[in-house]
């Protein structure tokens, strides 16, 4: 009877001890690219032109540029949130070029597309395919959810000299085992060629399930992640010609008091980069003042001498 018993417990051990390993190399999983049928595209820090670059270009080389350089912001909304849903409508969101407000379900309130789809996941898919079957001539996505608040312009010139028929993958780029992904809080960027190869793996069920089949749920940034490193599209860093990160998942309040912990002596320096793209964490009434600050508060007598100039799309009422 001891044997018997023995035998049991050493069996659940072992297969106990089999689990675990299959849960250590799901974990570690990480998608092989197609080899021979899509370019490597390895720069996982992706940096913003320098002044001397800029100062390098001839003015009609600029105003190129900047003409070219147009956004599409896929807003993810849900009515639980509609506070904040009619913040972004009513500040930030007016410097993309398009916005687009994507719903689980719709609001007599605000307009939106109404994906009526629950699961967050299936939704982004639906609003990122309905953005690439609606782009027109736009060639940058900027994938951000309603309590995200975004700096357009700061968007427009680190990818000012950038080529969006290369696949870009952009934001704060993370690592969670062997998957590196953009984290969605911080706001995703997507170039035309990134988005249209994440469109057409969206119909492999194989490699891009609509429901994902893993033990665990993963979130909406990592199977996005997954899916594009199919394609041989990968996470990258967007920063400042210094090397700063631009995309923040917190407050500029909490990144101060951070930086006033970690670096007294030079609390600016240590806080953020002055061209970042995004920050998270803000009520409603703080996008507000951000928009004050941002837009608005001017010292008088300064020229700030900017190489660029982004003007608000035209029949926009923005700040």
Known sequence: ??????????????????????????GSFSPSTESGTEDQHHHHHVKAPSKDELNRLSDPQVQELINQVRVYCVIMVQPKILVYWATAVDTWSKHCDKAMFYTSESSKALE???????????????????AYENAGDLRW?????ATTFAIIENLKHLVLTKDPTEPFYLGNAMKSGELEYVAYDSGIVLSYEALK?????LNDEEKCPERGRALW???????LAVCLKYTGVFAENGEDSHGKGLFN?????????????????NVVEGCCSDMAVTF??????????????????RPYGHDFHDSLVFYPPEGSDND
Not at 2 to 9: D, N, W
Not at 197 to 201: C, G, K
Not at 250 to 255: E, G, H, Q, T, Y
Not at 282 to 291: C, D, E, F, G
Request: glycine letters at 8%; aromatic letters at 8%; hydrophobic letters at 45%.
């Open 112 to 130: 939106a597309v109404d994906l009526n789809e629950d699961d967050d996941w299936a939704r982004l898919r639906k609003a990122l395919k309905h």
């Open 217 to 223: 749920k993963l979130s909406e940034d990592k199977q």
């Open 280 to 297: 998270n964490g803000l009520s409603p009434n703080q996008m507000q003042v951000m928009m004050f600050g941002v837009y608005r508060l």
């Open 197 to 201: 190869r994440l469109v057409n793996v």
């Open 141 to 145: 996505f900027f994938i951000a959810q």
């Open 1 to 26: 009877m001891m044997l018997s018993e023995g035998g049991s417990f050493m069996k659940g051990m072992v297969m106990g001890g089999l689990f675990c390993l299959v849960l250590s190399l799901l």
């Open 249 to 265: 998942s917190k407050s500029v309040n909490s990144l101060i008091t951070d930086s006033m912990k970690d670096n007294p002596n």
